[in-house]
């Protein structure tokens, strides 16, 4: 990977027409450089505090979030948040990123550990579908080089059932922070 194509994370304070600041992290797509030519290059915004992201959103109760047609994104939100925090708090260096391609292909957070990536699906249902696992598959399968590291695949999912499937690990909401990131 070339440094060009590596995430940054940014702070920035936004300012909103109501005066309020908050801070945002983006997240870059950061693949093997032979599939730089089939990325999308659009960063992803994340808030620090999903309580502020839903305060702004309308959303007042957990009631309202159980049916806001933002559920996921807010979900997908905390769960690259909680990495970033347990990271952090473990005192080491985030390298989180995503993938997206033309083709509609997209992974949610791609974390690098040394000689492994964890490739991270994030889902806000309470069950898992037999498709949730199909970008991961479809990213494993792909020659990325061989300077591409292991991809590691797992499925963070809002349900409380931690599993092992053919395709990778199912972690539940409550054991993010417990991951080794």
Request: charged residues 20%; positive net charge.
């Amino acid at each position: 990977m070339t440094s060009s194509s590596r995430y940054i994370v940014r702070s920035v304070l936004p300012v909103g027409p109501i005066g309020l600041a908050g801070t945002d992290k983006r997240l870059g797509n950061t693949m093997h450089a032979t599939t730089r030519k089939r990325l999308v290059r659009a960063p992803k915004t994340y808030f620090y505090d999903t309580g502020l992201a839903c305060f702004l959103l309308g959303v007042r109760t957990a009631d309202h979030l159980v049916n806001h047609p933002l559920r996921g994104a807010i979900f997908e939100n905390w769960v690259v948040c909680e990495v970033l925090k347990a990271m952090l708090n473990a005192g080491r260096r985030p390298r989180l990123s995503f993938y997206r391609d033309h083709q509609g292909h997209e992974v949610d957070l791609l974390v690098e550990r040394g000689d492994t990536t964890a490739a991270v699906e994030i889902k806000s249902g309470q069950t898992i579908a037999g498709e949730s696992f199909g970008d991961l598959s479809w990213l494993a399968s792909q020659n990325l080089g061989a300077a591409s590291p292991r991809l590691d695949p797992m499925l963070v999912y809002a349900g409380g059932e931690r599993q092992q499937r053919t395709h990778g690990a199912v972690v539940p909401w409550f054991a993010v922070h417990e991951m080794a990131w």
